[in-house]
């Protein structure tokens, strides 16, 4: 409008007259020329003065225009590096932002104002996630050194990732969590395998008596007095370190084990030499475990310390030197056993270990005393073990020996007069003598059975079975032998009875009745029908005198012993259980004239009594 009123003074004046003179502008015009009138300008000075305030306002409003361009080309830019800047973060961050679009009938004001939020947004959002970026790294870098050893190289502060600031989407930042998550997995791996191997590593050292803080120093001093896990280096190299740890630990385990076993072996046999007391051995009882443990089981405290190994070496060197000093008694102690148990399974001992032969030996000083003691030893456990082969056999045989001693005892109770008695224990006689006849009635095939239980032990071995010396079939093949003869001896008994009989009858056809006591007196015997022992034959049945009669022998009453009666079976004749006959000696003519008439054949001459 200004540039229309100066305008308008530059024309003619019938058209600057007809200007509107309504405006501010206008009526100061106006006022300017009534003014430069009343002075009396002249019309060619109005007009120059006028040109030169058109030429001054168009000055003026070209700074404003200019001004207003200036304004508008910063709002432009500032709205265009916004909207740059806008993409950028969206692209960085990877925000779904709503696509920022210019609206041509806004201003620029109005665009800036609305950009403006979201470049406020996303800036914090950035900074936001730069820091959780910066976390994470910081994490990582920090278990990665711990990994490798470098640990001290982050310590000073956090990690700069500027390089790393144009991505920060979720996407990196879930991969570079995802890597912290294994690398925390790994390092917890870590830790724990460190753990167990320390607590293997206190185990070994335990066990062999070392300084465990010591050894594990060696390896890392973290592995010792740590307060938190993030003390304890868990770099390879610590591994490394502690697993060459264990595996010289467990070779030192190894080789002190076997020492150990080795010298507790030792000491075993010095004790059971030596007969050691309890109380003498409780003092290495935790060490004497070792003979019978295997490695992993031995895990007692300083039980393989050099302390503890030393003290067992200088006990065995104690009692090897004690040994020493008794193995003269020792040796003889180990002969007397030997004998023991031959004696117990009836074999003879080797001659060559006699007592004196060792005393001799021992004292001329020509033999160690240990050889002796081994070889002795050693016929011990050949006798043992012989001796369990001969099991069956003597068991066999102290069961035969049983049933003849039962044999014994019932001649000896048969020829008992008054074994019916109502005396005190006459019924338990009553029922061992129906057992013992029933037990006498096996003996030929024990000892059938025997002897060919014999003879198969030889011919499987193919040595003879020798009993106290003698071989045993020689004496069972005896023994049947002397059983036949003893069998024939009381059938030859039972028929000299029956020709007494025979005798005692031709004597009352030929007198015509029986003989008077005194004509008999020289049968010494008186008959009585009435006498409890009478057999109704004119005769008592006759009774052993070293028996008296009308009492009860303590030996019918109880067991007899079978100590010391097995040999005399064997060294010497079974005395046969016949009772002597106190009848008159009969001739051999009458003899003959008797079985002659028993047989039913004439005799050759009158009987004749003498």
């Given at each position: 409008?200004g540039?229309?009123v100066?305008?308008?003074?530059?024309?003619?004046k019938?058209?600057?007259?007809?200007v509107?003179?309504?405006?501010p502008?206008?009526?100061?015009?106006?006022e300017?020329e009534?003014?430069?009138t009343?002075?009396?300008?002249r019309?060619?000075?109005?007009?120059r003065m006028?040109?030169?305030l058109?030429?001054?306002?168009?000055?003026?409003?070209?700074?404003k225009?200019d001004s207003?361009n200036a304004?508008r080309?910063?709002l432009?830019?500032?709205?265009m590096?916004k909207?740059?800047?806008?993409?950028?973060?969206?692209?960085?961050i990877?925000?779904i932002?709503p696509?920022?679009?210019?609206?041509?009938k806004?201003?620029l004001?109005?665009?800036?104002?609305?950009?403006?939020?979201?470049?406020?947004?996303l800036?914090?959002?950035k900074e936001?996630?730069?820091k959780?970026?910066s976390?994470?790294?910081?994490?990582i870098?920090?278990i990665?050194?711990?990994?490798?050893d470098?640990?001290?190289q982050?310590?000073?502060?956090?990690?700069?990732h500027?390089?790393?600031n144009?991505?920060?989407?979720?996407?990196?930042?879930?991969?570079l969590?995802?890597?912290?998550?294994?690398?925390?997995k790994?390092?917890?791996?870590?830790l724990?395998?460190?753990?167990?191997?320390?607590?293997?590593?206190?185990?070994l050292c335990s066990?062999?008596?070392m300084?465990?803080?010591?050894?594990?120093?060696?390896?890392?001093p973290?592995l010792?007095?740590a307060?938190s896990e993030?003390s304890?280096?868990?770099?390879d190299s610590t591994?490394e370190?502690l697993?060459e740890?264990?595996?010289k630990?467990?070779?030192?385990k190894?080789?002190?084990?076997s020492k150990?076993?080795e010298i507790?072996?030792?000491l075993?046999?010095?004790?059971?030499?030596?007969?050691?007391?309890e109380?003498?051995?409780?003092?290495?009882?935790r060490?004497?475990?070792?003979?019978?443990?295997?490695?992993?089981?031995?895990?007692s405290?300083s039980?393989?310390?050099?302390?503890?190994?030393?003290?067992?070496?200088?006990?065995?060197?104690?009692?090897?030197?004690?040994?020493?000093?008794?193995?003269k008694?020792l040796?003889?102690k180990?002969?007397l056993e030997?004998?023991?148990i031959?004696s117990n399974?009836?074999m003879?001992p080797?001659?060559?270990?006699a007592?004196?032969?060792?005393t001799a030996l021992?004292?001329?000083g020509l033999?160690?005393p240990?050889?002796?003691?081994?070889?002795?030893?050693?016929?011990i456990?050949?006798?043992?073990?012989?001796s369990?082969?001969?099991?069956?056999?003597?068991?066999?045989?102290?069961?035969?020996?049983?049933?003849?001693?039962e044999?014994?005892w019932?001649?000896?109770?048969?020829q008992?007069?008054?074994?019916?008695?109502a005396?005190?224990?006459a019924?338990?006689?009553l029922?061992?003598a129906?057992?013992?006849?029933?037990?006498v009635?096996?003996?030929?095939?024990?000892i059938?059975?025997?002897?060919?239980k014999?003879f198969?032990w030889?011919d499987?071995?193919?040595?003879p079975?020798?009993?106290?010396?003698?071989?045993?079939?020689?004496?069972?093949?005896?023994?049947?032998?002397?059983r036949?003869?003893?069998?024939?001896d009381?059938?030859?008994?039972?028929?000299?009875?029956?020709?007494?009989?025979?005798?005692?009858?031709?004597?009352?056809l030929i007198?015509?009745?029986k003989?008077?006591?005194?004509?008999?007196s020289s049968?010494n015997?008186?008959?009585s029908?009435?006498?409890p022992?009478g057999?109704?034959?004119?005769f008592m049945?006759p009774?052993?005198?070293r028996?008296?009669a009308g009492?009860?022998t303590?030996e019918l009453?109880t067991?007899?012993s079978?100590?010391?009666r097995y040999?005399?079976y064997f060294k010497e004749?079974?005395?046969l259980?016949?009772?002597?006959?106190?009848?008159s000696?009969v001739?051999?003519?009458?003899?003959?004239?008797?079985?002659?008439?028993?047989?039913?054949?004439?005799p050759?001459?009158p009987?004749?009594?003498h």
């Amino acid at each position: 409008m200004g540039e229309m009123v100066l305008a308008g003074y530059g024309m003619d004046k019938a058209v600057r007259s007809s200007v509107s003179f309504e405006t501010p502008c206008g009526r100061l015009l106006r006022e300017l020329e009534q003014i430069w009138t009343e002075i009396g300008e002249r019309e060619e000075d109005k007009d120059r003065m006028f040109l030169e305030l058109e030429t001054e306002c168009m000055r003026v409003y070209r700074r404003k225009v200019d001004s207003a361009n200036a304004e508008r080309s910063q709002l432009r830019q500032s709205l265009m590096a916004k909207e740059a800047e806008l993409k950028v973060l969206v692209a960085s961050i990877g925000e779904i932002t709503p696509k920022f679009k210019v609206d041509e009938k806004q201003s620029l004001k109005e665009q800036l104002a609305k950009v403006t939020p979201l470049l406020e947004d996303l800036r914090s959002k950035k900074e936001e996630r730069i820091k959780q970026f910066s976390l994470v790294q910081s994490q990582i870098e920090k278990i990665k050194a711990q990994i490798s050893d470098h640990n001290n190289q982050h310590d000073n502060g956090p990690v700069n990732h500027s390089k790393d600031n144009h991505d920060l989407s979720t996407r990196r930042l879930s991969d570079l969590q995802a890597e912290l998550r294994n690398l925390q997995k790994e390092k917890s791996d870590r830790l724990q395998k460190v753990f167990i191997y320390v607590d293997e590593v206190h185990c070994l050292c335990s066990v062999l008596g070392m300084d465990f803080a010591k050894t594990v120093k060696d390896v890392h001093p973290s592995l010792h007095g740590a307060n938190s896990e993030n003390s304890t280096n868990i770099s390879d190299s610590t591994l490394e370190g502690l697993t060459e740890t264990i595996l010289k630990l467990k070779a030192e385990k190894r080789t002190r084990v076997s020492k150990l076993q080795e010298i507790v072996g030792k000491l075993h046999k010095l004790w059971n030499l030596m007969e050691s007391t309890e109380q003498e051995r409780r003092h290495f009882t935790r060490v004497a475990a070792v003979l019978g443990s295997t490695e992993e089981e031995i895990t007692s405290s300083s039980v393989l310390s050099l302390e503890t190994i030393q003290e067992t070496e200088e006990e065995v060197e104690r009692l090897t030197k004690q040994k020493a000093s008794r193995m003269k008694e020792l040796v003889l102690k180990k002969r007397l056993e030997l004998e023991d148990i031959c004696s117990n399974a009836h074999m003879e001992p080797d001659m060559s270990t006699a007592p004196e032969k060792i005393t001799a030996l021992i004292d001329s000083g020509l033999v160690d005393p240990c050889e002796l003691l081994s070889s002795i030893e050693t016929q011990i456990a050949k006798a043992r073990e012989e001796s369990l082969t001969r099991k069956d056999i003597m068991e066999k045989v102290d069961r035969w020996l049983s049933a003849c001693d039962e044999e014994t005892w019932l001649e000896e109770y048969n020829q008992d007069s008054s074994r019916y008695s109502a005396g005190r224990g006459a019924h338990i006689n009553l029922k061992r003598a129906e057992k013992a006849r029933i037990l006498v009635q096996k003996i030929p095939s024990m000892i059938d059975n025997l002897i060919a239980k014999t003879f198969a032990w030889e011919d499987e071995r193919s040595v003879p079975f020798l009993y106290d010396g003698a071989r045993l079939v020689a004496i069972l093949e005896e023994q049947k032998l002397r059983r036949v003869q003893k069998e024939e001896d009381k059938r030859r008994h039972r028929d000299q009875k029956k020709l007494q009989s025979l005798l005692l009858k031709e004597k009352e056809l030929i007198f015509g009745s029986k003989p008077s006591p005194k004509k008999t007196s020289s049968f010494n015997r008186r008959t009585s029908s009435h006498h409890p022992n009478g057999n109704g034959a004119g005769f008592m049945t006759p009774v052993p005198r070293r028996v008296s009669a009308g009492s009860a022998t303590p030996e019918l009453l109880t067991p007899r012993s079978y100590s010391g009666r097995y040999n005399n079976y064997f060294k010497e004749n079974r005395r046969l259980a016949a009772a002597p006959l106190n009848f008159s000696t009969v001739s051999k003519e009458d003899s003959m004239s008797s079985f002659a008439s028993i047989s039913g054949s004439e005799p050759d001459s009158p009987l004749v009594l003498h």
